[in-house]
């Protein structure tokens, strides 16, 4: 199972919002409404953000949205603080009844 | 409080075994799958197996499948993760996790394996 493709890094200036894509195929991400998506700052264990595409865990701002559509998902974070300067994952079911994670997209607040 | 704790990880040469545990208080672990997802240093988290809540169902990926095995005891509110045939590329710190069968919610602080001689 290959993983699911994020861009490296992406930047954004405090109170801009900025996204962060995640690319699969048919037989995870297009296939299954299972997108999550996880922050991990330096040191510290993952935290879940998003789980089934759009929904948000208790406790996590709603400044973080989820989206999908066809093979890719979004994660857009939208009035960047310094404290979202962290990396994050997207993960999906897979059609092998296993889980996938994205590389990881570095997030720099400028 | 949610908690949970790994134990386990160490220094193993190629070849080795090791047997991580992790330690879950706070909720019902009965009810909620488990993984095990690991992170190689610098690198991005991999996920690496999971146990349905009754441990009736496991699943595994391609690059631990045969090495590795998952299991818990309810009884003891405990999830284990026996690695076997251990590679220098299994190196990482390996973090259990509470979830449903597609998503993890509360994760562990990660215990560290080391696979050199």
């Known amino acids: 199972q290959s993983a699911l493709t994020q861009p490296a890094s992406v930047s954004g200036s405090p109170g801009q919002s900025i996204t962060i894509s995640c690319t699969g195929t048919?037989?995870?991400?297009?296939?299954?409404?299972?997108v999550s998506w996880y922050q991990q700052h330096p040191g510290k264990a993952p935290k879940l953000m998003i789980y089934d595409v759009s929904h948000r865990p208790s406790g996590v701002s709603n400044r973080f949205s989820g989206s999908k559509s066809g093979n890719t998902a979004s994660l857009t974070i939208s009035g960047l603080q310094a404290e979202d300067e962290a990396d994050y994952y997207c993960?999906?079911?897979?059609?092998?009844?296993?889980?996938?994670f994205g590389g990881g997209t570095k997030l720099t607040v400028l | 409080e949610v908690q949970l704790v790994e134990s386990g990880g160490g220094l193993v040469q190629p070849g080795g075994s090791l047997r991580l545990s992790c330690a879950a208080s706070?909720?019902?672990?009965?009810?909620?799958?488990m993984h095990w997802v690991r992170q190689a240093p610098g690198k991005g988290l991999v996920w690496v197996s999971r146990?349905?809540?009754?441990?009736?169902?496991?699943n595994y990926a391609d690059s631990v499948k045969g090495r590795f095995t998952i299991s818990r005891d309810n009884a003891k509110n405990t999830l284990y993760l026996q690695m076997n045939s251990l590679r220098a590329e299994d190196t990482a710190v390996y973090y259990c996790?509470?979830?449903?069968?597609?998503?993890?919610?509360?994760w562990g602080r990660g215990t560290t394996v080391t696979v050199s001689s």
């Open positions: 996790a509470r979830g449903r069968s597609t998503y993890m919610d509360v």
């Open positions: 146990i349905h809540s009754d441990g009736s169902s496991t």
């Open positions: 048919s037989s995870d991400v297009g296939g299954y409404n299972y």
């Open positions: 993960s999906s079911y897979t059609n092998n009844s296993t889980v996938v």
């Open positions: 706070g909720f019902t672990f009965s009810s909620y799958w």
